[in-house]
Nanobody, 122 residues
Framework: QVQMVESGGGLVQAGGSLRLSCITS????????MGWFRQAPGKERDFVAA???????FYEDSVKGRFTISRDNAKNAVYLQMNNVKPEDTAVYFC????????????????WGQGTQVTVSS
């Protein structure tokens, strides 16, 4: 079966860094967009970053210059390097895979991980 497992979340002070990993199995996702979304309590699941099959990257405005998405197609893995984190980055972070190209829309993603908690203290 298809699985996507996030790791790397935790508690970090504002200004610090985290690197989230998403390891997939059960399907080859090299032809899919891979995305990161986040959800805070009481809020919608919001787009954070996405990367195309060819490596093009896309970011939500508030994380530009701070976060970097990357993928390793040989490992069917996707990563999110989070630098200079802020308290408003606190959320559960999900990785997801989308067969099409509407990378910004959570409703279009076919596969999801269970999420990893990121908490940023001030």
């Amino acid at each position: 079966q298809v699985q996507m497992v996030e790791s790397g979340g935790g508690l970090v002070q504002a200004g610090g860094s985290l690197r989230l990993s998403c390891i997939t199995s059960g399907r080859t996702f090299t032809t899919y967009f891979m995305g990161w979304f986040r959800q805070a309590p009481g809020k919608e699941r919001d787009f954070v970053a996405a990367i195309s099959p060819s490596g093009g990257t896309f970011y939500e405005d508030s994380v530009k210059g701070r976060f970097t998405i990357s993928r390793d197609n040989a490992k069917n893995a996707v990563y999110l390097q989070m630098n200079n984190v802020k308290p408003e980055d606190t959320a559960v972070y999900f990785c997801a895979a989308h067969y099409g190209s509407t990378y910004y829309d959570a409703d279009e993603y076919e596969y999801w991980g269970q999420g990893t908690q990121v908490t940023v203290s001030s």
